[in-house]
């Protein structure tokens, strides 16, 4: 397979995940799969190969009720084999690459083609809108995990190769556009995932005196934010701008995600459950799940859980959600206990890497990333669908990180 061809299946993977399609993400890293497969695995990939089939193996006892029908059935199949294609895909099409290296250039290149468009398109409009955080996000985009790594690779990647242009000034503008556009998506999930991420390289989430270290001087920046926040009312601004709507949100997390509310389905005024829609909808997943004592293998693919009324999702009105926002319930519902226990068990395996001989003659610390993405699946997951969701790059790392390990030249 030519040169060419690998690094456009690599962009071609890439821009899939940013386009946040299930279905394209998974034909397009299909494709490359098929195109690029070779019967020979590094033994840590393949540890996370079966790991990731074991879980498949799991939802498959939804067979036995379909529940949602044989289409949700197969959509839930497709969530769960997306992730492996993704990372079997990256990884057989880093391994062609003659120079392993071009792999963080094509993330870093996409990264700034990505945020340029991103300016652009806020800058075309902005006059347009009415300065809200929910409709500039809703506008101009939520998220974008191709630049978040992007940026990631060039916090941390000395070697980094487009480091070494000779077009210095025009390097120094694109990076600035990139950190620009991160900013303003307003992610809250993405600036704790790749500061968690950079921590996780440079070696301050290791359990040695470094990390402690590291973790005592976090603790205090946190607790003094949030005593900012838990001191910060948002509603005593008379005409509250973006910058105010993003702090609320920071301010409302851990309430919106992990403090379910009684509420009475029958209510016709829902706006004080839609703050706390993620840990309602995780805690109906439990208890579901409980009634019917499907703790150990959970209820298979093609299952739901019943929010007791209507709701309106991807423009049509439903009552059974077939996911939920938090990945670990998410995960708890298809496979249960055991298949919660695997995917901690994925996290720990990435994480473990942290604590393996490295060769320091190599540029890049690639046991070292590993656990950057140990922690980036785990906090992607207590928030959104972790590894299941169309934009993660999770897998896309692993994948793309085992090869580099193995066959870095």
Not at 76 to 92: G, H, I, K, M, S
Not at 199 to 225: D, E, H, T, V
Request: charged share 20%; with cysteine; glycine share 6%.
């Amino acid at each position: 397979m030519g040169q060419k061809l690998t690094k456009i299946l690599l962009l071609l993977i890439i821009f899939s995940l940013w386009s946040e399609s299930l279905e394209l993400s998974f034909v397009v890293s299909s494709l490359a799969l098929l195109i690029s497969f070779r019967a020979k695995l590094s033994r840590g990939i393949f540890s996370i190969v079966l790991l990731m089939i074991l879980l498949i193996l799991i939802g498959l006892v939804g067979l036995t009720t379909l529940q949602s029908g044989a289409y949700g059935f197969v959509k839930d199949l497709v969530y769960f084999l997306r992730p492996l294609t993704v990372l079997l895909a990256t990884y057989f099409c880093v391994r062609k690459l003659d120079r392993k290296v071009d792999f963080f250039n094509l993330i870093v290149l996409s990264g700034f083609a990505l945020a340029l468009l991103h300016l652009v398109h806020i800058g075309s409009q902005i006059i347009f809108i009415k300065p809200s955080l929910d409709v500039f996000r809703g506008l101009f985009g939520r998220l974008n995990h191709v630049e978040m790594i992007a940026l990631f690779f060039i916090i941390c990647v000395k070697e980094l190769p487009i480091k070494k242009t000779r077009f210095k000034v025009l390097y120094q503008f694109l990076v600035l556009c990139l950190a620009v556009s991160f900013t303003v998506y307003f992610s809250r999930t993405m600036f704790m995932v790749i500061i968690l991420m950079v921590l996780a390289y440079f070696g301050y989430l290791k359990l040695n005196a470094r990390g402690a270290l590291a973790l005592g001087i976090l603790l205090i920046l946190s607790g003094s934010f949030v005593l900012f926040l838990a001191n910060y009312d948002p509603t005593k601004e008379r005409d509250p701008g973006i910058t105010t709507r993003f702090l609320e949100k920071m301010k409302n997390s851990y309430t919106e995600a992990f403090e379910p509310i009684d509420f009475d389905p029958y209510k016709q005024d829902r706006r004080e459950l839609w703050p706390r829609w993620r840990a309602y909808e995780a805690n109906l997943v439990i208890t579901e799940v409980d009634k019917e004592r499907k703790w150990f293998l959970g209820k298979g693919f093609g299952s739901t859980v019943d929010v007791g009324f209507d709701i309106r999702l991807d423009g049509e009105e439903i009552r059974n959600l077939p996911t939920v926002h938090n990945g670990m319930t998410y995960v708890y519902m298809k496979t249960g206990l055991i298949g919660i226990l695997v995917y901690f068990i994925i996290i720990g395996s990435l994480y473990r890497y942290y604590y393996k001989e490295e060769d320091h003659a190599k540029p890049v610390k690639y046991n070292h990333m590993l656990a950057a993405v140990a922690f980036y699946m785990f906090a992607a997951s207590m928030v959104v669908t972790g590894i299941f969701k169309p934009y993660e790059m999770v897998t896309f790392l692993t994948g793309g990180i085992f090869a580099l390990k193995q066959f870095d030249t």
